[in-house]
């Protein structure tokens, strides 16, 4: 094939090279002129050509993708309907709520309205799912003193969510979900794929469980409950929850980590069973809402002795539901990572592949993963795909509870007992995270936390003999334990390499 302008010139398609023809004229599959031409300018020809039919195209495919979802912008609209006039049903004490609660109800049904068009409909169901964002807020935000207008603003938001964006299509992704081309389910190099819902099930019920006990808690903070269960610790969880630590937020805290549960369960349902190449900014987003933010509130509750004097059972509890969602969600991270790294290095763009995802070479079919009716055991063991719990990591942690309760048992205060609640649930943390098999390494991390468990109460003030030695004996039975890598069932391509 030649692009020169001489005699027996073949003059093709550069968007379709299999058309040529010996004279000059139009592609019969796109309507293109022949070449010769240089590629950029043929490309920026092509580009000229779609842009002319682009919106009008993008219109009726968005038609036809939501016209079987148009009852999700109907039940909104009923739903923002409800919430106007919530304040007059229940009869609000609260003027900024009642104003609130009337305002957001009118947006939900005018955004859910106008995303009847399909013209509108990426600015409309954007909007609705920003306005039930914000009612998770709203509450929090205005101390609402009624219990009717918590339930109503976090229930309506939650689904205002997920009707407008998780239910039908994300907005804006119609068109491009259409035109991708397809490519694996199963990441190449991996043994299994990371984004089905089998792995996503133990983060939307770990969510829930998550939600319903931060619902609990932020119901006595925001006044709606005048006792709260606490089984162990006497007035702990009062005391923990009243605190002027607690106070310093200038919303419930409580309330702030039922959000945060909520979010989690909507992300967590968010995207199909190759979100891992065709949402990576889902992914990402859905990371820093677990693992960094998850580690903050961890760090925070641990803190409870250290700041207010005092443990609350559904404060560990909640901590606890966090903390086991860590290692159900990293390996959705790696091989998401590992799809845009792969993207960049052949000369695609890095945001572009961030935000609206892409297919690539290798990997293959999920044959592995059991479809609806299999047997319930076989339906379970796939929730756990790429984490393990070798021996010594759950002796680890049992260690670092009994760190924790060391100091109390012992009849032990000061800076040393101190010292041992941080650190053993540090070591607990460490212990659970490194359970994902992509970052088994990290439990290299026992080892300072063991060292420092030997030195500690020679250190500071307040240790006992009997402490002492409970520390030199824990720190040396950790740093054995911190060894062996424990077991590792999959494999993770590249990745394999940092499996220490």
Not at 140 to 166: E, K, M, Q, R
Not at 247 to 256: E, K, Q, T, V
Not at 273 to 300: A, E, N, Q, S, Y
Not at 459 to 476: E, H
């Amino acid at each position: 094939m030649t692009m020169q302008h001489s005699p027996g010139t073949t003059y093709t398609c550069l968007m379709h090279p299999e058309v040529e023809q010996p004279t000059p004229g139009k592609c019969p599959k796109c309507g293109m002129d022949l070449g010769p031409r240089k590629p950029e300018e043929h490309e920026q020809k092509k580009r000229s050509q779609d842009g002319e039919m682009a919106e009008g195209d993008h219109l009726e495919m968005t038609r036809q993708m939501r016209e079987k979802w148009l009852w999700t912008n109907c039940t909104v609209i009923s739903l923002g309907v409800w919430l106007a006039i919530s304040p007059f049903t229940f009869d609000y004490t609260s003027a900024l709520m009642t104003w609130n609660d009337v305002i957001s109800g009118v947006l939900l049904a005018f955004f859910a309205a106008l995303a009847l068009w399909p013209r509108f409909d990426f600015v409309g169901r954007w909007s609705v799912s920003f306005v039930g964002i914000w009612l998770q807020f709203a509450p929090l935000v205005f101390w609402a003193p009624d219990a009717a207008a918590y339930v109503n603003d976090t229930l309506i938001g939650a689904l205002a969510v997920g009707l407008s964006i998780l239910v039908p299509m994300m907005p804006g992704m119609a068109h491009h979900m259409e035109m991708m081309k397809p490519g694996p389910e199963i990441p190449p190099g991996w043994t299994y794929n990371p984004s089905t819902w089998h792995q996503r099930a133990p983060m939307i019920g770990l969510a829930l469980l998550g939600w319903f006990i931060s619902r609990h808690l932020a119901a006595y903070q925001l006044g709606y409950s005048r006792t709260i269960w606490e089984p162990f610790f006497g007035k702990g969880t009062e005391n923990v929850l009243t605190s002027e630590v607690s106070r310093m937020w200038p919303i419930s805290d409580a309330g702030l980590g039922a959000l945060a549960y909520t979010i989690e369960f909507l992300m967590a349902w968010m995207g199909g069973k190759t979100r891992w190449r065709t949402m990576p900014w889902m992914v990402t987003f859905f990371f820093i809402l677990v693992v960094p933010l998850g580690l903050t509130h961890i760090i925070l509750v641990i803190l409870q002795p250290v700041a207010v004097g005092y443990w609350c059972t559904l404060c560990l509890a909640a901590a606890f539901v966090m903390l086991v969602m860590i290692p159900f969600t990293i390996d959705e991270v790696v091989a998401m990572g590992q799809f845009v790294a792969w993207s960049v290095r052949r000369g695609k763009p890095f945001w572009r592949t961030f935000w609206v995802g892409g297919t690539m070479e290798g990997g293959a079919a999920d044959d592995r993963t059991p479809t609806y009716g299999a047997p319930a055991g076989e339906m379970v063991a796939p929730m756990a795909w790429g984490v393990t719990a070798p021996w010594p990591l759950v002796v680890s942690t049992l260690l670092g509870a009994w760190m924790m309760l060391a100091p109390w048992a012992l009849d032990v205060e000061g800076a040393a007992a101190r010292s041992n609640q941080v650190a053993g649930a540090l070591v607990v943390t460490v212990s659970i995270t490194v359970m994902a098999e992509v970052v088994r390494a990290g439990r290299f991390l026992n080892i300072l936390l063991g060292v420092w468990l030997i030195v500690a109460p020679w250190l500071l003030s307040g240790a006992s003999p009997m402490l002492r030695w409970n520390n030199v004996i824990l720190g040396i039975v950790l740093l054995a334990l911190t060894l062996p890598r424990g077991t590792i069932r999959e494999k993770y391509a590249g990745w394999d390499r940092y499996v220490l």
